[in-house]
């Protein structure tokens, strides 16, 4: 049979007859018999036991293993790069359900795996863009997840950040005055003390 041989010679995942297979293969595979680290996704259980095997695999493997975070890195950033494209083109205006949002990033057959993202699930995810202010997130009664987009346009940003820092220099200017007043009231309090005193 074909078991797996065919991921071991030639180069591996970034042979020219790989890459091409991958391009044709379409279609969802099986969550389970993806590969992230290979980005490879198995016909059955059998192709993914012999592909865990394979020499392309645990070459994989070694170098995740020297720099686990770094994959995980560009992992979660893909994954995030991909949903937020897929959150500004509904615009601004729009409150979508994250669910719905997520299943229009994997429809891409080579999409990145929420467990392979430091975030594990998209309710951790969405409450993250939140956080982040990234996103206007909230939750219905029923406890789904709706986001919409923001627009984090470099010149809206610069002028809030603007605001704020003026803001903030203009209450660090009063809080000197207020506390070099409240110096000068104690400066005074202890001269009078020193005078005061029968003359």
Same mark, same amino acid.
């Given at each position: 049979?074909?078991?797996?041989?065919?991921?071991?010679?030639?180069?591996?995942?970034?042979?020219?007859?790989?890459?091409? *297979?991958?391009?044709?293969?379409?279609? #969802? @595979?099986?969550?389970?018999? =993806?590969?992230?680290?290979?980005?490879? +996704?198995?016909? /059955?259980?059998?192709?993914?036991?012999?592909?865990?095997?394979?020499?392309?695999?645990?070459?994989?493997?070694?170098?995740?293993?020297?720099?686990?975070?770094?994959?995980?890195?560009?992992?979660?950033?893909?994954?995030?790069?991909?949903?937020?494209?897929?959150?500004?083109?509904?615009?601004?205006?729009?409150?979508?359900?994250?669910t719905s949002l997520w299943h229009e990033v994997?429809?891409?057959?080579?999409?990145?795996?929420? *467990?392979?993202?430091?975030?594990?699930? #998209? @309710?951790?995810?969405?409450? =993250?863009?939140?956080?982040?202010?990234? +996103?206007?997130? /909230?939750?219905?009664?029923?406890?789904?997840?709706?986001?919409?987009?923001?627009?984090?346009?470099?010149?809206?940003?610069?002028?809030?950040?603007?605001?704020?820092?003026?803001?903030?220099?203009?209450?660090?200017?009063?809080?000197?005055?207020?506390?070099?007043?409240?110096?000068?009231?104690?400066?005074a309090q202890r001269q009078l003390k020193e005078?005061?005193?029968?003359?």
């Amino acid at each position: 049979g074909t078991m797996g041989k065919a991921t071991d010679k030639a180069g591996g995942f970034l042979a020219p007859k790989a890459i091409s *297979n991958r391009i044709k293969a379409k279609g #969802l @595979t099986k969550l389970r018999w =993806y590969c992230q680290l290979c980005e490879k +996704a198995c016909r /059955d259980e059998n192709g993914y036991k012999c592909h865990m095997m394979s020499e392309a695999h645990l070459r994989q493997v070694r170098v995740f293993a020297e720099n686990p975070t770094s994959f995980i890195d560009s992992y979660s950033k893909e994954f995030d790069d991909a949903f937020m494209e897929v959150l500004r083109r509904k615009g601004e205006n729009v409150r979508s359900k994250a669910t719905s949002l997520w299943h229009e990033v994997i429809a891409d057959r080579h999409h990145i795996h929420m *467990n392979a993202t430091r975030w594990l699930t #998209l @309710t951790e995810y969405i409450k =993250y863009l939140g956080k982040e202010g990234r +996103a206007h997130v /909230d939750q219905d009664e029923e406890g789904k997840w709706y986001a919409r987009y923001i627009n984090r346009d470099p010149e809206v940003l610069r002028r809030q950040e603007a605001l704020v820092r003026k803001e903030r220099m203009d209450l660090d200017d009063s809080e000197r005055a207020a506390r070099m007043v409240e110096n000068q009231i104690k400066e005074a309090q202890r001269q009078l003390k020193e005078r005061g005193g029968p003359a």
